[in-house]
């Protein structure tokens, strides 16, 4: 059982950069998997990036690949996601989630998610 909060985001312009959060409550997070989702207007959800529960694996969408990072700090119970170089197609409502069955890029593999945070980019 987890319970998800997501914070950081924010009115930036392109180029610039964004570091969210994802916060935890509740038993065993550090045996969570974590993915960051975004939907933006008129789109369906689309996965960004997830790491495995230990830190050692990390996975990303083409779009996003060598602009974001993804880092947990478990004692912390907190997931990251650093945005760097950031493009108005970037603009999106961003959501953590997390799941124990090892699937990463989709999001019926998961199990509970966050309420999400908006992240808009102007050009």
């Known amino acids: 059982q987890v319970q998800l909060v997501e914070s950081g985001g924010g009115l930036v312009q392109a180029g610039g950069s964004l570091r969210l959060s994802c916060a935890a409550s509740g038993r065993s997070f550090s045996s969570y998997a974590v993915g960051w989702f975004r939907q933006a207007p008129g789109k369906e959800r689309e996965f960004v990036a997830a790491?495995?529960?230990?830190?050692?694996?990390?996975y990303y969408t083409d779009s996003v690949k060598g602009r974001f990072t993804i880092s947990r700090d478990n004692a912390k119970n907190t997931v990251y996601l650093q945005m760097n170089s950031l493009k108005p197609e970037d603009t999106a409502v961003y959501y953590c989630?997390?799941?124990?069955?090892?699937?990463?890029?989709?999001?019926?593999?998961?199990?509970?998610w966050g309420q999400g945070t908006q992240v808009t980019v102007s050009s």
């Open positions: 989630a997390a799941g124990s069955r090892g699937i990463y890029t989709y999001g019926y593999a998961y199990d509970y």
């Open positions: 790491i495995n529960w230990s830190g050692t694996s990390t």
